[in-house]
């Protein structure tokens, strides 16, 4: 059975600090997604990481995926409150396929000014 | 704009009346999901269509069915609701070789 671990579940830091969100997978897996859900909100797609060191950045995310390891990071360079929400990490349950994600428990990040 | 898009957005039911939720796509995308995401808990996928190819989860309950009559519209159909199905339920689809998925909005379930 796959399992997807994320670590921390919860962080509450301050404006203008780095942080790194971390994502481990219990199978071989390519493809790995962030999401960022806001309260009573559905999943907004982040990145999608589809080869061992892949890195995508988008403003103050970066992602990386190192398929060998099955971890992937999601970092956070100089937070803003924007930010805060909560984030999970999703594998593909065949690893490779369409059946469907497997996500982890989510990080609920709080960025306090 | 190509979208998924979930009716109702919210909806409330008693307890064990059955409920229809609808999921609609305009991204022609061949793969739908259902999944439940209960309260502070993550999304866990309840079933999903590869096309007319029906693939259930093996811990999903009896009481949750589906039905993709064309490409476009997918529905959960909860037979018999009890307390513990209230949840949000989010529609999701995927096509080509990186197989995003690509969610709708979500529709939130009270029962009462």
């Known amino acids: 059975e796959l399992k997807v671990e994320q670590n921390p579940l919860f962080l509450s830091m301050q404006e203008g600090k780095n942080y790194t969100i971390y994502c481990n997978y219990s199978?071989?897996?390519?493809?790995l997604y962030w999401y960022r859900q806001d309260p009573g909100k559905s999943l907004e797609s982040l990145f999608v990481?589809?080869?061992?060191?892949a890195v995508k950045q988008e403003g103050r995310l970066m992602a990386s995926l190192d398929t060998k390891a099955r971890l992937s990071t999601l970092h956070i360079t100089a937070a803003v409150h924007d930010l805060s929400a909560t984030y999970f990490c999703?594998?593909?349950?065949?690893?490779?396929?369409?059946?469907?994600?497997?996500f982890g428990k989510g990080t609920h990040l709080i960025i306090q000014p | 704009d190509a979208m998924v898009i979930q009716n109702p957005r919210y909806q409330v039911t008693q307890f064990g009346k059955p409920v229809t939720l609808s999921c609609s796509q305009t991204?022609?995308?061949?793969?739908m999901y259902w999944y439940q995401q209960k309260s502070s808990q993550a999304p866990k996928l309840l079933f999903h269509?590869?096309?007319?190819?029906?693939?259930n989860e093996a811990d999903t309950p009896d009481n949750f069915q589906s039905r993709r009559p064309n490409t476009s519209f997918c529905f959960l159909d909860i037979r018999s609701p009890g307390l513990g199905d209230a949840a949000m339920y989010l529609c999701?689809?995927?096509?080509?070789?990186?197989?995003?998925?690509?969610f709708g909005p979500g529709t939130r379930l009270t029962v009462t």
């Open positions: 990481l589809l080869s061992n060191g």
């Open positions: 999703a594998v593909d349950k065949s690893g490779g396929g369409a059946d469907g994600l497997t």
């Open positions: 991204l022609n995308h061949n793969v």
């Open positions: 269509y590869y096309d007319k190819d029906f693939n």
């Open positions: 199978t071989t897996s390519d493809r």
């Open positions: 999701a689809t995927s096509a080509g070789w990186s197989y995003e998925q690509y």
